[in-house]
């Protein structure tokens, strides 16, 4: 089991998608350009429902 984190995770930075499916969770989804974030979001979105979070820089969110 073990002690639960103190801190929150930190995300890399990138372009980052949001993909959830009728019920259960979330996941996000990180790419590198903004090119491949659309490709994603385009394959994705046939089968889940895609929210666009945007770019992430430094810990902060740049674009949403």
Known sequence: MGRPATK???L????YI???SQGSGSIFVRR???EQM???IDKYS???NV???GE???DKWVSA
């Open 18 to 20: 949001e993909l959830k």
């Open 38 to 40: 659309n490709i994603a």
């Open 51 to 53: 929210i666009v979070r």
């Open 32 to 34: 590198d350009t903004e």
């Open 12 to 15: 890399k930075d990138g372009f």
């Open 56 to 58: 992430m820089k430094n």
């Open 46 to 48: 046939k089968s889940k």
């Open 8 to 10: 929150q995770a930190r």
